[in-house]
């Protein structure tokens, strides 16, 4: 899903507007993918356009690497590169819903780490409505198929040459306040009907295989 490397483009919702009500509705949606993961690809073009010896790199490299990059490219690809990674996967593992539940490797895996499905999610649980103001709650793996659940600031990424992100949780108040207003742990608890399992699965395994 996440184009390889500049000019970014604006992936499409790999579901209709209104596949997710009704824990997303459609003008959440409109809003957070036309206007707000927009603009962060917007705004990524845009800092990438002035250098032109960062342009072949994929987002990967890029986010891996922030330390190497010219400093004054740092902070917006940090933030707009980050915008534009982690809404991308965040859109990329919902799904209508149809109560699917993990299975395969990555269900023994989550038994395996944290307890049980019901354990995991407390705790996934717990990172989304913990984290202070705007950023994400991941699940993620490291090379050999362990997970963790980890919590990163503003559009900040996990770090990415130790750990695969394979699912995460938007709590900016841009993803939930249409609808749900202060009541971020209503919108996570909704947003664990919407994980897409079969494709979190294939991102583990890959993840895994690489
Ligand atoms: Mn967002």
Not at 7 to 16: R, S, T
């Amino acid at each position: 899903m996440q184009a390889e490397t500049y000019p970014f483009v604006v992936q499409p919702l790999p579901y209709d507007y209104d596949a997710l009500t009704p824990v997303l509705d459609e003008k959440t949606l409109h809003f957070h993918h036309d206007k707000h993961y927009k603009t962060y690809v917007d705004n990524l073009n845009s800092t990438l356009a002035d250098y032109p010896e960062l342009q072949k790199k994929s987002l990967k490299e890029l986010l891996t690497n922030l330390e190497s990059l010219p400093a004054a490219a740092r902070t917006p690809i940090r933030n707009n590169g980050g915008g534009v990674f982690n809404h991308e996967l965040y859109f990329g593992t919902m799904r209508q819903p149809m109560g699917q539940l993990p299975s395969g490797a990555l269900a023994e895996a989550i038994n395996r780490d944290f307890g049980s499905y019901n354990q995991w999610k407390e705790q996934m649980k717990q990172a989304a409505v913990s984290q202070f103001g705007s950023g994400w709650a991941w699940l993620v793996t490291d090379g050999g198929g362990r997970l963790s659940v980890v919590q990163t600031l503003n559009q900040d990424v996990p770090d990415l040459a130790q750990f695969t992100p394979i699912l995460l949780v938007d709590v900016w108040e841009h993803a939930y306040y249409l609808q749900y207003q202060n009541l971020r742990a209503v919108y996570v608890e909704g947003w664990f009907g919407l994980i897409h399992w079969k494709k979190v699965q294939r991102l583990y395994e890959e993840a895994i295989r690489a």
